[in-house]
């Protein structure tokens, strides 16, 4: 998928040359040319790309607002990053594979977007507050989160199953779009608290077009609330491809709501990284809300329950394959830094026991008890549920005893 | 305007025997070429044939005017489905999952189900809300609710669930047919279930119940996913030597009160099963009027097997928290009882 | 923090007589005072003080910072109130009539209800959750609905509704102190009408229901607006020599299922009312358990006065539609003659 | 209300100079210098203007788009507009005494709204379709439906008191954004229909927070739906001034979906009516939505049920009486056309007459029966709709008998 094909789509009815059909003062074209406007609109967005597919280093007009972000990157901390992306890859994979051995009811793969995880992951302050949707794993390992924590919603043991005000990193949420305005919420307090701190909001293209994702705009405009909205683009949503959202790239969503949007490539890491950092520092001084736009691929099904195979052609994904984020930043510590094999060896070892830590502790993770389901309904207690609970157990209990009166028959 | 061949529409005669989903789609597939007004709209409805298959090969043979693949947003959809309806259409609309039609529940609540009462009749809104609710599938949160009663308590709105894959196809038929809006509760567990559908003979009215098994020691009521449950219960209770009566209520809004009062005249007792959680849910409505209708027939108390009040738990727990055999067994037996 | 003079904070200590939306605004009031981490939040509640004036004053003395113009959006309102709970600040949101709290549902029943137990417990979102609602105010559409049937049966929300101004004034003060989610709903028509206030002495539990007259005949049974209602019937059933007992539920969730049942074993007899449509109403869960709980004690059906199954009428039909004086003697004649 | 105080809020905390806090490659400024971005957010943003307040004609480069659309409109086509304008004002304040005398329970005053609403109103061909708020008196008037049937609603007899279908113009919404979408789906029906009509919806200031709104920005961009959002920015929302609800114009939400937005001077009927037309143009010909924002002033109370002395100083109420709408167009009348003082005589006894009748309407108006509880709660019907009303019926009548056993004592 192109950008183009976000663009506008051709007319319904002919578009018969007519006086007036461009307006002067239309928004789109406001104190500029009317070529500007045409650019916005049909040509390829300027995307922020710190590192080409190769894996070498750009820098030029379009970088240089954001190379400061990082200028005094060390290679320990580039290997740090990859790192990060390999042991996310692996332990994405791993789950892929618990849930086809039947260990996991579902997966939500993260293959593809790596780079856009880790790279805004790395980027935030311990701080910080992250709200992601269902697929940040990499996010969440940048933040510390235990990843066998995450598997537990998966296995259906519990909705969320680590405490996330220990890593500053919220519970998945499902309902598509919500998040963005707890993560606007949150950030209105930060400010509140006179605090520096930011907060980072994850969404995806297809929750760009939920009402909740327009009025976090309002909302953290309107009170100049340091929140990132960190969209990545990903390409699709379950079977629908991008332009069922929106005509015209999403980053210039943020400008009608008066503030700055920005495309990055979301495949490479620096890039990521270093717009994110950006990002975030105008948050902490007061300047409000940012889009950043991550623009990358799914590279596998939207979850195990998926079959990409009846909407899209593998082609797309092939192509894709050739902006691989972590061969982006492994050709770039091979080529400019003294990375060498031996790191990459020693990655592999860790990546294995990884995933046989993944495997063995997910094997372990017992079934909540059944009193589970009136635990925490309520933090203050409420009649009906002791009631419920009370019967529950009464009625658990006569089991017990036909259990014992029966033996073994039941 | 459709693909279909003669050959296929001549096999849509024929008694056939097809999964409740199926049946969903061969009911819309029939929609569609008999009404060029007739949509299909809803996120992944298109290529995919949406995440249950339900709208399988519809855009294919309809093409993407007729079956729409929405942007990512429940109000859009209902909202954008009602001015469809004022320009004359009959959107039939999907809604991925029960846990996310809260979005649209504005747009159901307060436009789609006043606009013919606050336009004084002059416009109708034939619109229909397909949402495949319930649990038992060991799905992650938000997809196994069932809030059926949340829209019960609406007027304006009809709301109904098919139990199987015959009533599935005609009530489908039916409620596109309506010129009110319908909310579509699709008994998602159900959806792979098979039974004997004739596309040919209307089986009865949307809103009435069915009479599935008679019996005369207790009524069981129950609609949509638990009906096939409250089936395998009668045959464990015929075992013990009770026989029960199970009603299919098929519609939840109106709810057929006559045919309850006539089965529980009958048997003195009445059980209502639902997954929805008991408390406000559809078992409380039944119970009260029923009581109010055969007070000096009743033997005992109303009693209703439901959900808890609680948040629908983690699949897990799933087994736990909905009614299951032994359940309704255990508020047969209590009510028997009395 | 605030401006209020010692002379004003001294006068708090005396029993007063106000009006419900004052005693609201006190309570507020006393709340934005005690916690640096209360926010009052909503659309036109700062320098308007609300369209209702329960805000009045507020913002002037607590600032922009504390009681908060918000844009116009109610599902952002909710939302961003759950980011700012999550920070530790405990917001209380307005939602400026009972018919645009539909746009929130979203936020308020699958986040704001369920993020405690999705957290097992980690978060705790003590949010509340005012809405003006109920008719008789000779309103346009939208602004005399009463909605509470759809919060009560969302698990993780509590649902309560004041009668008078020092239950107002009280429970607004637990309110804002639950660690859980409370919907508050407030009697809109009884804004104006005066009680007593003690802000010295906390009558009772949040979730308790109160017996506001005894009586040996009959219960009835209401919470919000109708209490007063019920009020004037037991008294007009008085002169008739007809002593009803009448409950003040204050809770719709949970329901004080316990007070009830104690009432019905001594009178034997319930009417509820509500001006909710009775189909899936309050008086549908009520007629239900207490069937269940005093089966042998009730010498009549559970009867239920409210809404009708429509939309809300125009102003000038509300008299009709809604549960008046002669509606409810008419139930409790006929619970009587059973 | 300037623009100015629509701008960006000042920082929360100090704006410390340092490097990468501009963008590059932010939305505001792609393609385009620093300082164009600077223009859209912080400067006095263009206004299309055909009329000074005095009433002069201005025709400039900014103005060549639209003055095609007044180009050969007639001196009686402008009394036309200026009768519109009048008639509409006389009704409005009717209904405001009206309401002041019991008959009314509430009135929604349009006054100072005049041009906004009688502009687009006219730009409308009797085939569009128009989705109105609940303040569209003059668009309602422009359309044919007999203002005395907008009255029903606000006198508490009906929740809308018009065949919505006869003058193809929707009953008023209430819920603060909903038609937007009503007015998308309908647009893509006649997209679907292949029809060269047109949608029309009226919004607020106040609306273009509420995720609906930008929802129906979403759809009709995706859809390319023939339809035309005309906000009527009249400062307040209430008690809030639009600062609340944005920090950038409104006009400029549009682009970000994708689609050209344009500020109209709303109390300027001649641009009004140019630009909606340019805008319903553009729908026909296939170009999509476009959002029109009326940059107008509510000059009385949000309702009467409101007391804007309490949120607002009279001084700007003030102010902008010197851009009065009916006025400028009389100046315009006066001295570039042959509009003589008949015309305003006559139109005056007309006046009279509207107000008159309009009194003796809604005076007669009877109350509904009160079988109408039940009645088009269903179109098909519903069995507890019956039960409940015979139930109602056979309460009714047990008066009837208690009425005649007790004679007149009852
Ligand atoms: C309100 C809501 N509607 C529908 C869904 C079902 N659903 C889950 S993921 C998804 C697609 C999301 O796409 P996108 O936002 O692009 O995120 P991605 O999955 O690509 O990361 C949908 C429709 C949901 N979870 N919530
Ligand atoms: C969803 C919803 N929330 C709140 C209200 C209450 N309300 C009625 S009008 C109004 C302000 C609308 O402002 P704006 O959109 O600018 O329109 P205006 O009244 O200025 O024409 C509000 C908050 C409503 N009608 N609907
Ligand atoms: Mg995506
Ligand atoms: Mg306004």
């Known amino acids: 998928m192109t950008v183009e094909s976000t663009a506008a789509r051709k007319p319904r009815r002919s578009a018969a040359g007519k006086t007036g059909t461009t307006g002067g003062k239309a928004a789109g074209t406001t104190g500029t040319k009317r070529t500007a406007a045409k650019k916005t609109t049909n040509a390829e967005p300027e995307l922020v790309q710190l590192l080409t597919p190769e894996g070498k280093r750009i820098k030029n007009a379009g970088t240089a607002a954001y190379d400061p972000y990082v200028a005094d990157i060390t290679p320990d901390e580039l290997r740090g990053l990859y790192r990060d992306m390999v ?65 537990g919603m998966f296995r259906g043991v519990n909705n969320g199953g680590w405490d996330p005000t220990t890593n500053n990193f919220h519970l998945y949420t499902i309902v598509i779009g919500s998040q963005t305005l707890h993560a606007t919420g949150y950030a209105m307090g930060i400010a509140k608290d006179g605090a520096d701190s930011a907060v980072i909001a994850y969404f995806g293209d297809g929750a760009s077009s939920q009402g909740d994702v327009a009025e976090a705009f309002t909302f953290s405009a309107v009170y100049n609330a340091p929140v990132v909205f960190f969209c990545q683009n990903n390409q699709w949503a379950i079977s629908e491809p991008t332009e069922k959202q929106t005509r015209v790239p999403l980053y210039q969503r943020a400008q009608g709501f008066g503030f700055p949007g920005v495309r990055v490539d979301g495949n490479d890491v620096l890039a990521c990284l270093a717009v994110t950092k950006w990002a975030l520092e105008r948050a902490r001084r007061g300047e409000g809300p940012t889009l950043v736009e991550a623009y990358t691929y799914r590279m596998g099904a939207h979850t195990t329950s998926d079959d990409p195979t009846r909407y899209r052609h593998d082609d797309e994904r092939v192509a894709w394959e050739a902006k691989d984020p972590i061969a982006r930043l492994r050709g770039y510590l091979e080529s400019e830094t003294d990375t060498n094999e031996g790191f990459f060896a020693e990655l592999e070892a860790e990546s294995e026991a990884l995933g046989r830590r993944v495997r063995e502790v997910v094997r372990a993770m017992p079934d909540p008890d059944h009193f589970a389901i009136f635990e925490n309904a309520y933090a203050d207690g409420h009649a009906l549920v002791d009631e419920e609970r009370a019967q529950f157990a009464a009625y658990q209990a006569s089991f017990a005893d036909v259990d014992e009166e029966e033996g073994k028959e039941r | ?76 959809i209902v909202g954008t489905a009602i001015g469809l309806a004022l320009r004359g259409y009959r959107p039939v609309v999907e809604i991925q999952f029960d846990g996310f039609v809260f979005p ?80 579509f509760f699709e008994p998602k567990r159900r959806y792979w279930d098979k039974a004997e559908v004739n596309p040919e003979a209307i089986p009865g009215p949307l809103h009435k119940a069915r009479v599935v098994r008679e019996g005369t020691d207790l009524t069981l009521a129950a609609y949509g996913p638990m009906v096939k449950l409250c089936q395998e219960v009668a045959d464990a209770a015929a075992e013990e030597g009770k026989a029960l009566e199970v009603l299919d209520l098929r519609s939840v809004s109106p709810l057929d009160f006559d045919s309850i009062q006539t089965s529980v005249e009958k048997t003195g007792r009445l059980v209502v099963v639902h ?28 009693l209703r097997v439901g959900g808890y009040h609680a948040p629908y738990p983690p699949a897990r727990l799933e087994e736990e928290y909905l009614p299951g055999l032994d359940r309704v067994l255990d508020a047969v037996d209590r009510s028997l009882a009395y």
């Open chain 1, 87 to 151: 042991l996310t890859r692996r332990f994405d994979a791993e789950a892929t594979s618990l849930q086809r051995q039947g260990e996991l009811g579902l997966w939500a793969s993260l293959l593809g977007q790596e780079a856009a995880q880790i790279g805004s992951g790395r980027a935030t302050r311990e701080d910080d507050y992250v709200f992601p949707t269902y697929r940040e794993h990499g996010v969440a390992w940048c933040r510390g989160v235990d990843p066998t924590n995450l598997l």
């Open chain 2, 1 to 76: 305007m459709t693909t279909q061949t003669a050959a296929q529409t001549a096999g849509q005669s024929a008694v056939k025997s097809l999964a409740l989903a199926k049946a969903i789609n061969e009911s819309l597939r029939k929609a569609l070429e008999t009404d060029p007004k007739v949509l299909v709209m809803g996120e992944d409805v298109g290529k995919l044939g949406g995440v249950f298959r339900v709208t399988d090969g519809l855009q294919k043979d309809f093409g993407e005017d007729r079956v729409i693949d929405t942007p990512l947003a429940e109000s859009g």
């Open chain 2, 104 to 183: 649209a529940y504005d747009q159901i609540v307060t436009q789609l189900a006043k606009m013919h009462a606050r336009a004084l009749g002059k416009v109708k809104l034939p619109v229909v809300v397909r949402i495949p609710y319930g649990g038992g599938i060991g799905a992650v949160e938000h997809h196994s609710e069932s809030p059926e009663a949340l829209f019960a308590h609406v007027a304006g709105l009809k709301v109904v669930s098919p139990s199987n894959a015959s009533d599935a196809y005609w009530m489908m038929q039916q409620a596109i047919q309506s010129d009110d809006p319908v909310i």
């Open chain 2, 275 to 302: 997954e929805a959680p008991v408390f406000f849910g559809s078992g409380a409505e039944i119970a009260a009027r029923i009581t109010e209708r055969c007070f000096y027939h009743l033997e005992a108390p109303v």
